[in-house]
């Protein structure tokens, strides 16, 4: 079964930073393109950012470019989402999400299958 | 970046009845290489994280009701509950995966009337 269990979310301060990580199992986590998708309370789905199944593409959504960084340990079986400079915009529920397979190790489009049950991030004073 | 939008903002229906929710992308989310639409709807209860329920347009995820449809090509899109049951109370988001900004519609809740 597969199954992606995200850790790391709280109460930050505006202008702060956090470490949000992702736990997969079930599936051969080296051989899937990764991304983080964050709703606000009350609101829609937003993508955030991806990485490629080798860690060597990432992709940002405009937003947060230049402040969050993606990364994984694909020994470990995780993924993670640095967040820098956060302000009281990017409090949302954070969701780590997997893509459906796709074979290409450099562009991939498909949609994402698996979701984790997502970790809060509040950012206040 | 590929705008999303979706009508109605909500909709209340009776069980056994028939809902319709619609999506539209500011430009065609349909690939010619591949005759593709790029185009995904995911259902959202209450607590819960999204679950993908159609991908291209029209397939149906293994272990979805068959009272789910999709359809649709190009920029307009339709996703149909066919006979409404209670379990299908929720948020339905539609998805492009075209470009890299994967850009969801702000989502169509549906109740039972």
């Known amino acids: 079964e597969v199954q992606l269990v995200e850790s790391g979310g709280g109460l930050v301060q505006p202008g702060g930073s956090l470490r949000l990580s992702c736990a997969g199992s079930?599936?051969?986590?080296?051989?899937?393109?990764m991304y983080w998708v964050r709703q606000a309370p009350g609101k829609g789905l937003v993508w955030v950012s991806r990485m490629n199944s080798d860690g060597s593409i990432t992709n940002y959504a405009d937003s947060v470019k230049g402040r969050f960084t993606i990364s994984r340990d694909n020994a470990k079986n995780t993924l993670y989402l640095r967040m820098n400079s956060l302000t009281v915009e990017d409090t949302a529920v954070y969701y780590c999400v997997r893509g459906r397979y796709c074979s290409s190790p450099t562009s991939c489009h498909t949609p994402f299958d698996y979701w984790g049950q997502g970790t809060l991030v509040t950012i206040s004073s | 970046d590929i705008v999303m939008t979706q009508s109605p903002d909500s909709l209340a229906v009776s069980l056994g009845e028939r809902a319709t929710i619609n999506c539209k992308s500011s430009?065609?989310?349909?690939?010619?290489?591949?005759?593709?639409?790029?185009l995904a709807w995911y259902q959202q209860k209450p607590g819960q994280p999204p679950k993908l329920l159609i991908s291209w347009a029209s397939t149906r995820e293994s272990g979805v009701p068959d009272r789910f449809s999709g359809s649709g090509s190009g920029t307009d899109f339709t996703l149909t509950i066919s006979s409404l049951q209670a379990e299908d109370v929720a948020v339905y988001h539609c998805?492009?995966?075209?470009?890299?900004?994967?850009?969801f519609g702000p989502g169509t809740k549906v109740d039972i009337k």
């Open positions: 430009q065609s989310v349909l690939y010619s290489s591949n005759n593709k639409n790029y």
């Open positions: 079930g599936f051969t986590f080296n051989s899937y393109w």
């Open positions: 998805q492009q995966y075209y470009s890299t900004s994967f850009t």
